[in-house]
């Protein structure tokens, strides 16, 4: 039975994140977590993403997330670190936005 319990909790991990996206552009960043409304973050505001540490008793099954840091020191979770103009991971999405800021 526990081993149910962690199969239908490790698949609502993945369908969040799968169904979850980010957009990064010359307007802000857009994170949309899923079931959540999007947020839309000015680039101005942007000061980097970061990693999340994994932690807990099943930290190998939990999917890699990060965290938005604001330039107040503001941390808004992000579910998916890919975006389409930008690639996946943190470095990718830290130069993204880089980019953005020297054009």
């Given at each position: 039975?526990?081993?149910?319990?962690?199969?239908?909790?490790?698949?609502?991990?993945?369908?969040s994140?799968?169904?979850?996206?980010?957009?990064?552009?010359?307007?802000?960043?857009?994170?949309?977590?899923?079931?959540?409304?999007?947020?839309?973050?000015?680039?101005?505001?942007?000061?980097r993403?970061?990693?999340?540490?994994?932690?807990?008793?099943?930290?190998?099954?939990?999917?890699?997330?990060?965290?938005?840091?604001?330039?107040?020191?503001?941390?808004?979770?992000?579910?998916?670190?890919?975006?389409?103009?930008?690639?996946?991971?943190?470095?990718?999405?830290?130069?993204?936005?880089?980019?953005?800021?020297?054009l």
């Open positions: 039975m526990p081993l149910v319990v962690i199969g239908i909790v490790a698949i609502a991990a993945i369908v994140v799968r169904c979850s996206s980010l957009q990064i552009t010359g307007t802000g960043v857009e994170v949309r977590n899923y079931p959540q409304a999007p947020k839309l973050v000015p680039l101005s505001e942007v000061e993403f970061e990693t999340t540490a994994r932690s807990g008793n099943f930290a190998s099954i939990r999917p890699a997330t990060a965290v938005l840091v604001l330039t107040d020191g503001t941390r808004l979770p992000v579910r998916r670190i890919e975006a389409r103009d930008a690639g996946y991971g943190v470095e990718a999405l830290n130069a993204r936005v880089t980019q953005l800021r020297d």
